[in-house]
Nanobody
Framework: QVQLVESGGGLVQAGGSLRLSCAAS????????MAWYRQAPGKQRELVAL???????NYADSVKGRFTISRDNTKITVYLQMNNLKPEDTAVYYC?????????????WGQGTQVTVSS
């Protein structure tokens, strides 16, 4: 059974930094596209950043230059380094992983981790 476990959220002042991690566990796993989404209260879930199996990255305009997504294929883990955080970055952050396990490819979601940025 594949599981995604997120960590690294918390409360930080504006201008601060946080690093989110999302680790996948299961049998014979390989990572394809990995991504981070976020959902603020009363808003739709939005894509923050993604990274392909070739480590090509893409970012939402609102986080370009401040956030960095990376991956460790040996640990089946994706990271989101968030710098110069702003109050508008406050949201629940979700990891999304396109994984192949035992030859079956599908998308998985993490449980979400809260990020709160105070002004």
């Amino acid at each position: 059974q594949v599981q995604l476990v997120e960590s690294g959220g918390g409360l930080v002042q504006a201008g601060g930094s946080l690093r989110l991690s999302c680790a996948a566990s299961g049998s014979l796993l390989s990572m394809n596209v990995m991504a981070w989404y976020r959902q603020a209260p009363g808003k739709q879930r939005e894509l923050v950043a993604l990274i392909t199996s070739a480590s090509i990255t893409n970012y939402a305009d609102s986080v370009k230059g401040r956030f960095t997504i990376s991956r460790d294929n040996t640990k089946i883990t994706v990271y989101l380094q968030m710098n110069n955080l702003k109050p508008e970055d406050t949201a629940v952050y979700y990891c999304n992983a396109d994984l192949t396990s035992w030859g079956t490819r599908r998308s998985y979601w993490g449980q979400g981790t809260q990020v709160t940025v105070s002004s």
